[in-house]
């Protein structure tokens, strides 16, 4: 924390280069969601503009595919970075599901249904960050592996009959659906609609939230910092 | 007064003398024809050696759709008996355009006929090409309707494969031309598919076998429950091909996907348990592997037009059903937990003031 920031009460959140992971993640999500919902709703009128717009459905494949691979590689370094960067390590242990995080989801729940008095105090992630951190994830992962059965078709049916790549289509569809379901109510919600956030957390641009920010929602850590004397 | 009657008279006879004088120069009666047509033997030995039957008598036109035309109704470039040069080829359109006044049927298919594959290959200067009457006859032409047209539903494909041989010979063993042979009109012949008059190579995108427009062409009897059901053949064929990577891709102009004739053959087409049919399973890796290098035996492990809205399809649409409600329900979830949430928020805030 550099003594400009502290002074302005302001505390990094997101270095640079996770700034950076998340923006090529967010882009690349979009692409591949414009072109692969095109072609799931290809008899929809906006669907096929958008197909039109790709340079017809080969040309869409060529887009989704190019993304899929940039995506891919995108957690591939993700992935090196939080295992063995000093910086990701430290992330990474504050990312791990633990039995914390589901009793603070309980909380939380029967806080805001009114039966608890006290709301759980979050580290630097609770669970909701948690929550779309690995779904995230793992959803990549998985839908990137029936992405490339599909792709590899001829490949893929050396060792699967034709019905696992329908069923592998209909996964990839409708995970693909499912994913963007909680990326708009539950991370766009946590980041944008959120009342403590409202109209938006900076986080994802400049890297930096407010000290007093830090001290709402995320108690713990904002006490982590105070008594390593950060702040 | 008397010149003005003769004027009358003079301009009459110009208009309708004329008239008369065609009729009778025109119209050579059949017995001056039949005095050596009529004759049996009346042959003609070609340069080639073939022969060529020049016998023609009253009934050669009777029963056709011209049986009250003469002769030189048709050969009208004969005006002089015995002609001395071998008549012309018969030209059609003398009578035969819109608008015509000879009592022919109103039609411009002949002009359909001179933009089609054939029509440009005799332009094209093709001999071969046919006129025509290389498929309607000549003496004995019969309206379509009737079963002993040489164009009539049942005929044509016979007609078509005086030149179109091997695929006539393809054609006739294939489900389509044994069910024609057996008697059932709803099966497709020749120009079933690719139309009458206006034939177009399948190269050509006004045709209505051009790769793109296969499965319309198809879908025109296969989608039709009306006809379909007297066959048991799945009308969710056409469907189910729309909705798949193959249909999708030809419907937004892939020339080169899959469309129904990629795999289930063109003339050649069989029914599926025909050892001999392209989508017989044992047949499937080798139909595939024209698109796919390496096909094996994986490919025809699963119903090929499948379905996933449909109960039948099993595991694939107990997935997508599964799926589908995960979906629902996760979204009706996560709008409860945003308006809980929301509110419990606010009540922090209330606290905290």
Not at chain 1, 37 to 43: E, I, K, N, W
Not at chain 1, 50 to 74: F, K, S, T, Y
Not at chain 2, 156 to 184: D, F, N, P
Not at chain 2, 198 to 219: F, G, L, M, N, W
């Amino acid at each position: 924390m550099s003594r400009a920031d502290l002074a302005a009460g302001k505390v990094i959140r997101m270095s640079l280069r996770f700034r950076l992971q998340h923006f090529l993640l967010m882009m690349l999500l979009l692409v591949l969601a414009v072109t692969g919902f095109a072609l799931m709703y290809h008899d929809n009128a906006l669907a096929q503009a958008i197909i039109r717009i790709e340079g017809g459905v080969q040309n869409r494949g060529v887009v989704h595919r190019i993304a899929a691979v940039l995506l891919l590689a995108n957690l591939v370094y993700h992935i090196f970075y939080m295992l063995f960067s000093r910086e990701g390590k430290a992330e990474f242990r504050e990312l791990l599901v633990t039995r914390r995080d589901v009793d603070d989801f309980l909380q939380a729940l029967r806080y805001n249904l009114g039966t608890e008095k006290e709301y759980p105090r979050f580290g630097k992630y609770g669970y909701r960050e948690k929550f779309q951190y690995w779904g995230a994830t793992v959803g990549i992962l998985l839908i990137g592996f029936t992405g490339f059965m599909l792709w590899a078709e001829t490949f893929s049916m050396r060792f699967f009959p034709k019905f696992i790549l329908d069923l592998a289509l209909i996964i990839h569809g409708y995970q693909g659906l499912l994913g963007f379901v909680l990326l708009f109510l539950w991370h766009l919600y946590n980041v944008h609609l959120h009342p403590s956030v409202f109209p938006m957390n900076p986080a994802w641009l400049t890297g930096k939230v407010s000290t007093e920010w830090l001290r709402r929602e995320h108690p713990l850590e904002y006490e982590k910092l105070k008594g390593e004397g950060l702040l | 007064m008397r010149k003005f009657l003769f004027a009358v008279v003079v301009f009459l006879g110009g208009v309708v003398l004329p008239g008369f004088a065609r009729d009778a120069g025109a119209a050579i009666s059949l017995e001056k024809c039949t005095l050596c047509h009529g004759k049996p033997e009346f042959r003609k030995l070609l340069v080639d050696g073939a022969i060529r039957d020049l016998f023609v008598t009253g009934d050669s036109l009777k029963g056709s759709v011209h049986e009250k035309k003469g002769c030189t109704d048709c050969h009208f470039d004969v005006n002089e008996i015995p002609h001395r040069e071998r008549p012309k080829r018969v030209t059609c359109t003398h009578c035969h355009y819109k608008g015509n006044r000879e009592g022919a049927p109103q039609s411009d298919n002949v002009l359909a006929y001179f933009d089609s594959a054939h029509g440009k290959a005799i332009a094209a200067g093709n001999a071969k090409a046919p006129l025509c009457q290389d498929c309607h006859g000549s003496h004995q032409i019969l309206k379509v309707k009737n079963p002993e047209s040489k164009v009539s539903r049942f005929k044509v494909a016979e007609t078509c494969g005086r030149c179109h041989m091997e695929i006539y010979a393809k054609y006739k063993t294939s489900i389509h031309g044994v069910a024609l042979s057996k008697g059932i009109a709803d099966a497709p012949s020749c120009t079933g598919c690719h139309g009458e008059h206006r034939i177009y190579a399948h190269t050509d995108p006004k045709s209505t076998v051009y790769p793109t427009r296969v499965s319309e062409q198809c879908s025109k009897c296969h989608a039709s429950v009306a006809i379909m059901s007297k066959f048991g053949i799945e009308t969710e064929q056409v469907a189910t091909y729309n909705e798949s990577f193959h249909g999708v891709a030809s419907k937004f102009g892939s020339r080169t996907v899959a469309n129904c004739a990629s795999c289930h053959g063109v003339h050649d087409i069989r029914p599926p348990d025909d050892p001999l049919s392209t989508v017989n399973p044992r047949n499937i890796p080798k139909t595939c592997g024209k698109c796919h290098p390496g096909a094996n035996a994986n490919f025809a492990v699963g119903k090929i037009h499948v379905d996933a809205k449909k109960k039948e399809s099993g595991i694939i649409y107990w997935t997508a059903t599964f799926f589908k409600y995960l979906t629902i329900c996760t979204m009706l979830a996560l709008i409860v937990h945003i308006f809980l949430d929301m509110y419990g928020r606010t009540r922090r805030l209330r606290g905290e003031r």
